[in-house]
């Protein structure tokens, strides 16, 4: 695996593997890698010739509030983790590279950006969209992959990418799971013991309203109110939001039977986290 830090030597490495006739696979990520990346990266093996992962933990996505400064670094585990998993080259550029002085022009997806994660976090996903534009004209892929988790996240880029003409499919992966069914994040590890058994509630929330549409249950008003009581069975963790909206425009819905994303974010201690469950129009 060859580690790139210069955008300009990323890009002409992947043209080169394009002239050639390869497939390009992208996995962008923020580093402090776990399974949940691993899988992005195992799909992308199978479907492209050329496997790229980058690591940029994005300062234009946090607020100043937030967790840029702690969010974990570990890029020697991480480097030995895309090794492991045949990656061809590991892009990691540096702010300056990303962000040169004086940059000053910004990607925001109108009438998205600001629901769910944007609407909590304001300016998250206008940093987001402007690094997944940026990372994807300096990496030209064929194919890119995200995860599931962040579920506004991959409506937002797939409407971006419709929207820029971008020449590239978005693949969207899997939720990976603990046997528990906390979902897999690198702020996991910010959790105590105690914290990492209330964060199971997450999941526990979205089964019940899984368990209540298997019944064919399709007013969302009480699928929600559901989801909500399951999360304040435990105190402590508080609740952001929990919300039954369209997959791709993250806007409420008010009966499922076209199918709906159920998401919900939570603080558990000073933590953060996210989690999300598709229902088909049939509930399954």
């Not at 992208?26 to 402090?32: E, I, Q, R, S």
């Not at 949940?36 to 496997?51: E, F, M, P, Q, Y």
């Not at 019944?215 to 402590?236: F, K, N, T, W, Y």
């Not at 909206?245 to 009966?255: E, I, N, Y």
């Amino acid at each position: 695996m060859l580690t790139v830090h210069s955008a300009a030597e990323m890009t002409a490495l992947s043209r080169e593997g394009r002239r050639a006739g390869k497939r390009v696979g992208f996995v962008p990520t923020m580093g402090a890698l776990h399974q949940g990346h691993t899988s992005l990266v195992r799909a992308a093996r199978s479907r492209a010739d050329v496997v790229v992962a980058s690591i940029f933990v994005n300062p234009a996505q946090f607020g100043p509030k937030e967790d840029f400064s702690r969010y974990p670094r570990t890029l020697e585990a991480d480097s030995a983790l895309l090794r492991a998993e045949n990656t061809d080259y590991l892009f990691y550029p540096s702010v300056d590279e990303m962000y040169p002085p004086g940059a000053s022009a910004w990607v925001n997806v109108e009438g998205i950006c600001d629901k769910l994660d944007g609407r909590s976090r304001p300016g998250h996903f206008r940093g987001v969209a402007t690094v997944v534009s940026k990372l994807f004209h300096i990496v030209q892929p064929d194919l890119a992959f995200f995860g599931q988790k962040d579920a506004a996240q991959a409506a937002i880029i797939r409407k971006l990418v419709r929207d820029l003409s971008f020449d590239v499919e978005v693949v969207v992966c899997p939720i990976v799971r603990e046997p528990d069914g906390l979902a897999l994040s690198s702020r996991n590890v910010y959790l105590t013991p105690e914290q990492r058994k209330q964060a199971t509630v997450l999941y526990r929330s979205l089964m019940r309203v899984q368990n209540l549409a298997d019944q064919g249950e399709r007013d969302a008003g009480p699928l929600a109110e559901v989801g909500r009581q399951v999360m304040s069975e435990i105190p402590s963790v508080r609740l952001d939001y929990f919300e039954i909206v369209a997959p791709d425009t993250l806007d409420p819905v008010s009966d499922i039977s076209g199918g709906a994303l159920i998401a919900v974010a939570a603080y558990v201690g000073e933590t953060r986290l996210i989690d999300n469950i598709l229902l088909s129009g049939t509930g399954a």
